[in-house]
């Protein structure tokens, strides 16, 4: 049963109005067109899209180009853009303004990648303050009338937190809501969030909404978070791999799910999604033996407690074509039950706490030195393409 609240009040960004205060988080290689189409179709909400490179964007790279594009049935449309460097980002955030190829820009800060984090980018970057005073200032201005917001986490380590000058720093650049996922870059996705600091966040910051991410894995978990930090909204990452219904859930938890239904979960229900899915990645890559290669990483995410045993899984996990998955999916016993427990819970790798890697000197001060320049830009070679 889901624990419901009085509705929530819509989030509001700058003109985009979302009934629903929760947000799909980017994740890369997840949150493509199908994914979001997917989840959209059982719930509502912002739904964001994988972290696309700034430079990738502006250079036209093909494959960013292919990420960037939404579906006609998806509004708003929502692009999380990844960047070092001030003119860069706010070129590609003018790019996706005067091309109307973007009704809402996400900037991400949060990214604890040790190859991204090891140049200065991702969530160590906020460190150095008025770089990123200069890129959030940047995406705004470029982005005109369209809506900037920000997602970053606590800081480096619990010596070196970030989240509220930046916050602040944010705030005053002009953007239309912070995202907290409540963890530092030396957690990675480990141990438990730190909702505490998203209360302290929102008692902070008073202009704009925030929002918390961080262990919500249902939609009770959701609910508890706004009620004990106060926070506006929510954002959901891992708790949704395998789960695209999980936004149905938190729709009728915050008291928007008008249209929406309880779903029953059994097994027949659960491979009805996995084949939607896989359909939808076919359609998006404009070819199937892609899709089908794709959906694989999603097997264990989706059957997690079901009885489908470790051959099924095996052959579901090589699958090539819809027909080679109609007839694996056709073999399970499809009226078993919701497993409870046993499908509930942790999703998606959390990995182990570990010293985050930075540039030589990188903490010896906020500022940016200039023989640093060149090493942070590498940090986003590394991801260029989305």
């Not at 624990?3 to 009040?9: E, K, L, V």
């Not at 980017?26 to 189409?37: C, K, L, S, V």
């Not at 430079?55 to 180009?65: D, H, I, K």
């Not at 920000?150 to 002009?174: F, N, P, Q, S």
Request: hydrophobic share 40%.
């Amino acid at each position: 049963m889901t624990t419901t609240i009085a509705p929530a009040r819509p989030l509001r960004l700058g003109p985009i109005e979302v009934e629903v205060p929760v947000v799909l988080a980017p994740m890369a290689g997840i949150t493509n067109t199908a994914f979001r189409r997917l989840c959209r179709e059982y719930g509502a909400g912002l739904y964001v899209s994988e972290m696309i490179t700034s430079r990738a964007l502006v250079e036209r790279n093909e494959t960013t180009m292919r990420l960037i594009r939404h579906h006609e049935s998806e509004t708003p449309r929502s692009v999380q853009l990844y960047g070092v460097d001030p003119a860069t980002v706010g070129a590609a955030a003018r790019l996706l303004a005067d091309e109307d190829r973007a009704d809402h820009i996400d900037l991400n800060f949060g990214c604890p990648v040790p190859k991204v984090t090891r140049k200065g980018g991702g969530a160590a970057l906020p460190w150095k303050s008025g770089l990123f005073g200069e890129i959030v200032r940047a995406a705004v201005h470029g982005a005109g009338d369209i809506p900037v917001t920000v997602k970053m986490r606590k800081g480096i380590d619990d010596d070196h937190l970030t989240y509220l000058d930046a916050a602040r720093i944010a705030e005053d650049a002009g953007v239309a809501a912070i995202a907290l996922h409540a963890r530092t870059a030396s957690q990675f996705y480990s141990g438990h969030a730190d909702w505490d600091a998203i209360g302290t966040l929102k008692q902070t910051i008073t202009s704009v909404p925030v929002l918390g991410n961080g262990d919500i894995w249902s939609a009770q978990d959701a609910v508890r978070m706004v009620e004990e930090t106060g926070c506006d909204g929510v954002v959901v990452g891992r708790g949704c791999l395998g789960r695209p219904w999980l936004f149905g859930d938190l729709a009728r938890a915050f008291g928007g799910g008008a249209g929406t239904h309880p779903v029953d979960a059994t097994l027949g229900f659960v491979a009805g999604a996995f084949r939607r899915h896989a359909e939808l990645l076919v359609e998006f890559f404009e070819d199937e033996d892609r899709g089908c290669r794709d959906i694989r990483k999603h097997v264990a995410w989706y059957f997690k407690g079901y009885p489908v045993g470790g051959d099924i899984r095996a052959r579901l996990a090589t699958a090539s074509s819809l027909q080679e998955i109609d007839d694996l999916l056709g073999t399970l016993e499809l009226d078993a039950p919701y497993p409870g427990e046993a499908a509930e819970g942790q999703r998606g790798r959390a990995g182990t706490p570990k010293r985050p890697a930075l540039p030589e000197g990188w903490l010896d001060n906020r500022e940016l030195a200039t023989d640093a320049a060149g090493a942070l830009a590498d940090a986003e070679l590394d991801h260029s393409g989305g």
